[in-house]
């Protein structure tokens, strides 16, 4: 039977793929966002200026601070790349979420296995990128290769996958192509592109992307689903007929749009304790916005229970870009 070897969880936000002397080009989308997700609330720019004046964020955002936290996320992202590369493993697993790069909304599956024999992935035309929020159009190399590339797949095991949750009481969206969402990224979307460039540093092995709603109501998963459709991702792999050495991967997170670090300080202390009842605890209307990501890591967290395996967090770097608190906290972790 296959057998899982790694698991690791980082996040993928655009700051990591953009020099930190550009970090600020994205607060113009903040100031822009009429509402943003806050620990429950919703707040304009100009209301988190106000509720959050006692921070103290402008110490947060000099170019001094902006250049260690870069520093700090590509050293990270590096211990990752090392770690993977030292497991060497045959197949991979890729848990993310959509966000209309592959579905829109008249159909976004809860959950969703990609199962097809290829991965397409490439840059974005120059229409696609005039579209773009500002700063995210220089964050692309982070995420797509300069030129087209397919990668592998794996049908078999993606099926079993699916076929497997399906026994479980998942209902599962099967995609054999990559559908086209709202068609301004080409091919699989950035919560996947970021694992091939920064972890496996282009050299992608087979593998399977499963994808989870994270962003978009009203048909997000809770958390605690989260947690039970980890622990059969974990028996449909062990399972499987097949002497391979399987990675999982959680891609996405931590906080942002707004940086909440209590909220990430009681995620990654649940996750090290194998804390289900942390996670679940956390109020829906917290995992919101980017923060739903920390949904990704979820089912990673439940395999990585399920295995008996330690979490090492390499580094968590709260990455402001704003006095308001905007940004994206950063976290970088790995079992086995």
């Not at 497997?164 to 559908?179: C, G, R, V």
């Not at 086209?180 to 699989?188: A, C």
């Not at 792999?237 to 990430?264: N, Y």
């Not at 916005?289 to 967090?313: D, F, H, Q, R, Y």
């Amino acid at each position: 039977m296959a057998q899982i070897v790694l698991g690791m969880a980082t996040s993928h936000g655009p700051m990591l793929s953009t020099p930190w002397e550009q970090w600020a080009g994205r607060v113009a989308f903040d100031k822009s966002v009429a509402a943003h997700d806050f620990q429950g609330g919703k707040y304009s720019f100009d209301e988190l200026v106000t509720l959050r004046r006692d921070d103290n964020f402008a110490a947060q955002i000099t170019p001094e601070r902006w250049q260690a936290r870069s520093r700090a996320c590509k050293a990270a992202l590096e211990t990752l790349a090392a770690k993977y590369a030292e497991a060497a493993p045959d197949v991979a697993v890729i848990i993310g979420n959509d966000q209309q790069e592959l579905f829109d909304f008249d159909n976004f599956p809860a959950f969703a296995v990609y199962w097809g024999e290829t991965i397409e992935s490439g840059p974005r035309s120059n229409e696609q990128i005039a579209k773009l929020p500002p700063g995210v159009a220089i964050a692309e190399r982070g995420f797509a290769p300069p030129d087209d590339r397919t990668y592998p797949g794996h049908p078999e095991l993606g099926r079993h996958i699916i076929e497997h949750l399906m026994e479980a009481d998942f209902d599962i969206a099967a995609s054999k192509t990559l559908p086209k969402g709202t068609g301004y990224v080409n091919g699989i979307p950035h919560a996947y592109g970021f694992i091939y460039r920064q972890i496996m540093k282009d050299d992608v092995i087979p593998n399977v992307p499963v994808v989870l709603n994270t962003f978009y109501p009203p048909n997000q998963p809770r958390a605690a689903r989260c947690y039970r459709f980890g622990k059969e991702i974990k028996a449909a792999i062990e399972s499987w007929e097949s002497d391979a050495r399987v990675a999982v991967f959680a891609s996405g997170g931590l906080s942002h749009f707004v940086i909440d670090e209590a909220l990430d300080q009681t995620v990654l202390k649940a996750l090290a304790n194998h804390d289900m009842d942390s996670l679940t605890a956390i109020p829906e209307d917290h995992y919101q916005a980017g923060t739903s990501e920390v949904k990704n890591w979820i089912p990673l967290a439940a395999i990585m229970a399920e295995c008996g395996m330690k979490m090492t967090l390499v580094d968590y770097v709260p990455c402001y870009r704003s006095e308001a608190g905007t940004g994206n906290a950063m976290g970088f972790s790995y079992w086995g």
